[in-house]
């Protein structure tokens, strides 16, 4: 009976759904994160009268023929990458792009991975690095004697010595984009690597045409909307239930053929 596989197929796509949407509360909290949407597919389906075939020798065609489905599977895990939320904490060391962009840091493969979570701080010897340890490409390091950081929106940091009036420019970010960001594989730490797929990033200064600017003192929220997420969460819940009920009608006839041979 088909309709026991079909519904099957419908039970393992709402598991993923739910999965999907649990990850995104999970992450409601989670700076510069980017939920996650689930879309699915059709899947093949038998023909139990061809459309466009002859019903007569005079040459009728069937207009509208008999095709059964036969469930349905996922066929992609999209990013919705709008704007978060520019949440200010008065750090000079946090950062938000308000607009396209990633910043880039350096991992400790030598690889360029890419990233909206500007939560940074200093090393040791002055550098600008991540939460994790991982310097910004290309590095920018701070002078021991720095009494305060500057970043304009153009992303040209510029520090306060002392014993000096003017600002001494340390360093410039530089930002990337992609022309498909959904082409970014996610490997955790609130990180990305680019793949086939997203294409080779463009790299540009902030605040300048198709690059976003970049805002000392905040941080970007998540863009998980919750009432929106536990809604799809009860649309998930239901439509599990009701594949759930399909498997159980269909055990009840295949219960009744049984019955029917005794």
């Given at each position: 009976m088909r309709s026991l596989d079909i519904a099957g197929t419908g039970m393992q796509a709402q598991q993923t759904n739910v999965e999907t949407i649990s990850n995104n509360i999970a992450n409601m909290t989670t700076t510069g994160y980017k939920r996650s949407r689930a879309e699915f597919q059709d899947l093949i389906y038998q023909n139990m009268r061809r459309v466009g075939t002859t019903s007569s020798d005079t040459g009728t065609i069937v207009p509208a023929g008999a095709q059964v489905g036969l469930g349905v599977k996922t066929a992609a895990i999209y990013r919705i990458n709008e704007q978060g939320n520019l949440e200010q904490t008065s750090n000079s060391l946090d950062f938000a792009i308000q607009g396209k962009g990633y910043f880039q840091v350096t991992l400790p493969s030598g690889q360029t991975a890419y990233?909206?979570?500007?939560?940074?701080?200093?090393?040791?010897?002055?550098?600008?690095?991540?939460?994790?340890?991982?310097?910004?490409?290309?590095?920018?390091?701070?002078?021991?004697?720095?009494?305060?950081?500057?970043?304009?929106?153009?992303?040209?940091?510029?520090?306060?010595?002392?014993?000096?009036?003017?600002?001494?420019?340390?360093?410039?970010?530089?930002?990337?984009?992609?022309?498909?960001?959904?082409?970014?594989?996610?490997?955790?730490?609130?990180?990305?690597?680019?793949?086939?797929?997203?294409?080779?990033?463009?790299?540009?200064?902030?605040?300048?045409?198709?690059?976003?600017?970049?805002?000392?003192?905040?941080?970007?929220?998540?863009?998980?909307?919750?009432?929106?997420?536990?809604?799809?969460?009860?649309?998930?819940?239901?439509?599990?239930?009701?594949?759930?009920?399909?498997?159980?009608?269909?055990?009840?006839?295949?219960?009744?053929?049984?019955n029917l041979g005794r």
């Open positions: 990233t909206r979570d500007g939560t940074l701080s200093l090393a040791n010897d002055g550098t600008i690095v991540t939460a994790d340890g991982y310097a910004l490409n290309p590095p920018i390091n701070v002078p021991n004697n720095a009494q305060s950081v500057s970043v304009d929106q153009s992303g040209q940091i510029s520090v306060t010595v002392a014993g000096q009036t003017q600002p001494q420019i340390v360093g410039q970010m530089q930002i990337a984009t992609f022309a498909n960001e959904n082409g970014l594989s996610a490997m955790g730490q609130n990180l990305f690597v680019q793949t086939e797929a997203s294409g080779d990033p463009i790299v540009g200064t902030p605040n300048t045409t198709g690059f976003g600017s970049v805002m000392q003192g905040y941080v970007e929220s998540s863009n998980v909307n919750v009432v929106t997420e536990i809604t799809d969460l009860i649309s998930a819940q239901r439509a599990y239930e009701m594949n759930s009920k399909v498997i159980t009608a269909s055990d009840d006839m295949m219960q009744t053929l049984t």
